[in-house]
């Protein structure tokens, strides 16, 4: 099984079984015997439930800082809890396996799942001029990235409505969309997913920002920005195999590159303030 593969079943079935543990734990400490063993298993589950809802519910990135690490002491704290309680005589052996692997899980989730290891784009460094690709706009009208020469632009390329920290992306740059469009930049967001699901998303914001669908991935695999089997298992039926790696490129009005965010991280992405700040120092 190729590793992208891997990676997609681990996502899935991650989710299942932290959502699984959640729901058997406020079970177990409501009416069960082994209250303890269930609240470590529960806690151990809790960061990733608090980071998918606090993604889907507030629209909100990833924490940072001190938050990752912290997170992880949790999941682990909850583990320890869980272990301490079953040596006691608290529960069953198997209620502390299920959170050693919830926590463990945690930890690979964070420190693997999370990262795509890509390398750095040769074809985005600030002062190049970007590679003209083309995908189509909300009217099925073929349209390219030379069509942004002109005015500065942040273009914005997202994996789909079935990432979470995606559409909180979107969702706080369109709440700072009026200071963009203010300063004449122009915001076009970009996604292989289908046009019916892209279209969802624009019609829930009040604002004029641009979405095309690069449905082949034409786009992507131009800017080297394709990722082969990184849509979940799943989601594959409504979203197809492959996606993009979430990347934000910030041009001038000659279609040159003066700001590229190439995160090796899907939960980490910049706050629109770090995009408003390189507008300004370049003079827009």
């Not at 682990?76 to 209620?95: D, E, K, M, Q, W």
């Not at 800017?223 to 990184?230: C, E, F, K, R, T």
Request: some cysteine; proline content about 6%.
């Amino acid at each position: 099984m190729k590793h992208s593969n891997i990676k997609a079943w681990f996502g899935l079935l991650y989710f299942v079984a932290c959502a699984g543990t959640l729901l058997a734990s406020l079970v177990g400490v409501a009416i069960g015997p082994s209250r303890l063993a269930w609240a470590g298993a529960g806690i151990a589950s809790a960061p990733f439930i608090f980071l998918w809802m606090r993604a889907i519910q507030g629209g909100k990135s990833a924490p940072r800082g001190v938050w990752p690490a912290l997170l992880r002491l949790v999941s682990i704290s909850g583990l320890l809890l869980s272990a301490t309680a079953v040596s006691r005589g608290s529960g069953t052996p198997a209620i502390a396996a299920l959170a050693g692997l919830i926590a463990i899980g945690y930890v690979v989730f964070d420190l693997w799942y999370s990262r795509f290891g890509r390398p750095t784009n040769p074809q985005l460094r600030p002062g190049q001029k970007l590679p003209v690709v083309s995908a189509r706009d909300m009217s099925g009208t073929e349209i390219s990235t030379a069509d942004l020469e002109g005015t500065p632009a942040l273009l914005m390329f997202f994996r789909g409505n079935w990432c979470p920290f995606c559409t909180a992306q979107i969702r706080q740059l369109a709440r700072r969309y009026r200071e963009l469009n203010d300063r004449g930049v122009r915001l076009v967001f970009v996604s292989p997913q289908p046009a019916d699901f892209t279209r969802r998303v624009a019609d829930s914001l009040d604002v004029a920002i641009e979405f095309w669908v690069d449905s082949d991935c034409s786009a992507a695999r131009g800017l080297g920005l394709l990722q082969q089997d990184g849509v979940p298992v799943g989601l594959r039926g409504r979203y197809g195999r492959d996606t993009v790696l979430p990347t934000a490129i910030l041009l001038d009005a000659d279609g040159r590159v003066i700001y590229c965010d190439e995160t090796d991280n899907y939960r980490v992405r910049p706050r629109p303030e770090v995009f408003l700040e390189v507008f300004r120092s370049h003079g827009i």
